[in-house]
């Protein structure tokens, strides 16, 4: 019986990592969704009273959608704001990220997306192979599949959305702006950041998992 800590506690399997073995070989890609921050006449609207269940989604302040684009060899990261997660504007993501890895010598092979709406239509498939860029998604309630993407998000949560409260969204996309600069340069692999990451290097060997999904 193999130890707890070695486990998935979803369906209780062994744990199987993943890794490419070069940089671009796979590019994982999910979009997180914020909530603006109120307006000062929205707030005003609902102070002093009680909300009733369901109220305010229509007239809220609507989400801030933060489409990431990671190198799973190096993690380097590339994440644009955007307005939402249609599939019109999915479509236009994928061509922006392949010209800010080119510096660092990462060439896109593969991209992996979530099964979400926008990343199942046929203007996302037909992007990707216009740019020569294979796309794959991953199996359906299987996040832990793109678990490198979800602990960037995860990170990003912890150390900048949820660190204090904002009083607006252009404060809060300032701080952003220089969270994302401290990433890239802080250590991380092999006690170095991801901008400076050795291009070579193996990290570790692909999982099932991961063969299933790009099968």
């Not at 707030?43 to 990671?70: F, M």
Request: proline share 13%; glycine share 6%; aromatic share 8%.
């Amino acid at each position: 019986m193999p130890l707890l800590a070695v486990l998935d506690r979803a369906p209780g399997e062994p744990v199987r990592r993943y890794g490419p073995t070069r940089p671009g070989e796979l590019v994982p890609v999910e979009v997180k969704k914020l909530g603006r921050t109120p307006t000062a006449a929205v707030t005003q609207s609902w102070a002093g009273r009680p909300a009733a269940p369901n109220e305010g989604r229509r007239d809220g302040a609507g989400y801030t959608c933060l489409p990431t684009a990671l190198d799973d060899h190096t993690r380097p990261a590339y994440t644009e704001d955007l307005p939402d997660e249609t599939a019109l504007t999915c479509t236009g993501f994928p061509q922006r990220p392949p010209r800010a890895f080119a510096p660092l010598g990462i060439t896109v092979e593969r991209v992996l997306a979530h099964n979400t709406w926008a990343h199942s239509k046929n203007t996302w498939r037909n992007t990707c192979r216009d740019l020569a860029i294979p796309p794959h998604w991953t199996r359906p309630w299987r996040p832990q599949t793109n678990g490198k993407i979800e602990r960037f998000h995860r990170t990003l949560l912890d150390e900048w959305a949820s660190q204090k409260p904002y009083t607006s969204v252009p404060e809060r996309m300032e701080a952003f702006t220089d969270r994302l600069h401290r990433y890239h340069y802080r250590p991380h692999l092999n006690r170095r950041p991801p901008n400076r990451q050795p291009r070579h290097q193996p990290l570790r060997t692909t999982s099932l998992v991961l063969q299933r999904c790009l099968a």
